[in-house]
């Protein structure tokens, strides 16, 4: 009896500390991404001459919203066959290159998270914005696992912490403001109801426009966990969900909503990435 008692709590011992293990290893891939190997490669593209060429990135070192990266790329490729525009996907760095950049008009990291670009591939892409090019970033493009300080910097302007736990995904309206360049409210309504993983950042984001944003304090922004238990904090009132800026020559614009497929069939975001894109094609 003695002996198999303790195979049990043996057995029980070894699962907690296998579930501790797995559980540090998720926690280090969402905060810094899992060390990759950087593809250098350039690959062959063949640019139409009569469209503009817009560069869509979706690698990811660290967590990888699968179904919404899946969900989105039918949805760009709608985009660009009613907008004349021509779209490259890829998961490979190579393409982050200064002569095959100047190709884009615009840049998309969608739901790219991780350390995804080595050293001279982001040289390469803050020098290409910083020039007149443009970077778009959905959702986990802006946690806190890139970094980067250009990056973060230029793109975000502030810094991730959390998101809401329980519940995970909330309803909110997205309200929109109508003061900003005007390509980018374009046939959006002044408010809508949308249902995201909103996520929380430290500060208000510095240096942007605000495109959009949702009530905070309507929302339970709580992202308590087992031994992380300092994430109970929102935003305030006023929590900016999509933002733009000029770098140098160049623009960024981010917005903070993505998470799931089911996004993707909502009409006002899908318009709301296409105005960012037609904003970055402008001037």
């Known amino acids: ?95 982050f290159n200064a ?26 892409l803050s020098q290409y914005v910083e020039a007149g090019g443009a970077l778009v970033g959905i959702h986990g493009s802006g946690d806190d696992s890139h970094h980067w300080t250009w990056y973060q910097t230029n793109l975000i302007g502030t810094t991730f912490s959390h998101h809401p736990l329980n519940p ?43 495109v959009s944003h949702i009530d905070g304090s309507k929302i339970i922004p709580n992202g308590n966990m087992l031994f992380i238990k300092d994430k109970n904090f929102g935003m305030g009132k006023y929590h900016p969900v999509a933002w733009y800026r000029t770098v140098g020559q160049g623009k960024t614009f981010y917005t903070s909503m993505g998470h799931s497929a089911a996004i993707w069939q909502d009409a006002h975001f899908v318009r709301l990435l296409e ?3 037609r904003w970055t094609l402008n001037g």
Request: net charge positive.
């Open 1 to 95: 009896m003695k002996k198999a008692l303790k195979i049990v709590l043996w057995s029980l011992l070894g699962l907690v500390v296998l579930l501790f293990a797995a559980g540090s290893l998720f926690f280090y891939k969402v905060k810094n991404g899992f060390p990759v190997s950087y593809e250098t490669d350039r690959p062959s593209i063949n640019f139409p001459a009569d469209k503009p060429a817009l560069l869509l990135f979706s690698k990811t070192t660290g967590f990888r919203h699968g179904e919404s990266i899946d969900a989105s790329k039918p949805v760009f490729r709608q985009l660009a066959q009613r907008n004349g525009w021509f779209v490259y996907e890829t998961e490979a760095g190579g393409v």
């Open 99 to 124: 002569d095959q950049l100047k190709q884009f008009k615009a840049v998309v990291f969608d739901n790219s998270t991780g350390r995804v670009l080595n050293d001279e591939q982001q040289q390469a």
């Open 168 to 210: 995970q995904l909330q309803q909110a309206e997205v309200q929109v403001d109508a003061s900003v360049d005007s390509t980018l409210t374009s046939q959006l309504p002044a408010s809508w109801k949308h249902t995201d993983e909103w996520y929380v950042f430290l500060t208000q984001p510095k240096n942007v426009r605000v």
């Open 275 to 277: 105005n960012a894109l």
